[in-house]
């Protein structure tokens, strides 16, 4: 299995704070992406990042911001949790984009009441 | 943006081969088709990938139309482990050059004994 873990795995917050989700990986892969599955929807990116300090927006990005510090860390914020993301929230990696395949992380289930 | 179309659900016998099929009509020329998996409470596994040609890997066949509007995973033998959502994924970059990726719905495969 690639080495990818999320953290928290299971987070309950309510309406208004700001929640942040960690993806740590072993691999020292350059892409890592986070998205978001709802039922009816499938998965949807949000985010994604080709580098240290280098992100861009996927199709669902709006409520969410990111950042990569470092090549093994990606961190997905939301300033100010509404219910409508609540979600679960899968982090993924690959080596250059194009034809290569992601390998994706456990999943973060987010409660937000 | 290009997108993929998939049935719903389909059913499978145990030890049958099993044809999933994927609609991708306005697929472009820069556009790889990904196949990936994903059981329940699991982050989705990535299958197979092609760009034109057929592809052959110890989880699956690919088979791609001379078009390329359309493809089909193939899974020679089903067994129960393969019960799953598949998903059939476009993988390319989008004019204004940003990562591109368009995940259909999925198709619900369950395989009975």
């Known amino acids: 299995d690639a080495g990818i873990t999320q953290s928290p795995r299971h987070k309950v917050t309510e309406t208004g704070t700001p929640v942040t989700l960690r993806c740590h990986q072993t691999e020292n892969h350059r892409y890592m992406y986070w998205y978001r599955q709802d039922p009816g929807h499938g998965l949807r990116l949000i985010h994604y990042?080709?580098?240290?300090?280098?992100?861009d927006k996927g199709e669902v990005s709006d409520g969410y911001s990111v950042s990569r510090s470092k090549t093994e860390d990606f961190l997905l914020t939301l300033e100010s949790a509404t219910s409508s993301q609540t979600s679960v929230y899968f982090c993924?990696?690959?080596?250059?984009?194009?034809?290569?395949?992601?390998?994706f992380g456990p999943g973060t289930r987010l409660t937000v009441t | 943006d290009a997108k993929t179309t998939q049935p719903n659900s389909m059913e499978s016998n145990e030890e049958e081969p099993v044809h999933l099929p994927c609609n991708h009509s306005?697929?472009?020329?820069?556009?790889?088709i990904h196949w990936y998996r994903q059981l329940p409470s699991q982050g989705p596994e990535y299958v197979i990938h092609g760009l034109t040609s057929n592809v052959n890997n110890r989880m699956a066949s690919l088979a791609i139309a001379e078009d390329r509007k359309s493809s089909t995973l193939i899974l020679h033998r089903a067994t129960l482990r393969d019960a799953a959502v598949y998903y059939c994924?476009?993988?390319?970059?989008?004019?204004?050059?940003?990562?591109?990726?368009?995940f259909g719905k999925g198709t619900k495969l369950t395989v009975n004994p």
């Open positions: 993924a990696i690959s080596v250059a984009r194009g034809s290569y395949e992601q390998y």
């Open positions: 306005t697929i472009s020329g820069t556009d790889y």
């Open positions: 990042s080709y580098g240290v300090k280098d992100t």
């Open positions: 994924i476009l993988r390319g970059l989008s004019q204004g050059g940003s990562e591109k990726l368009v």
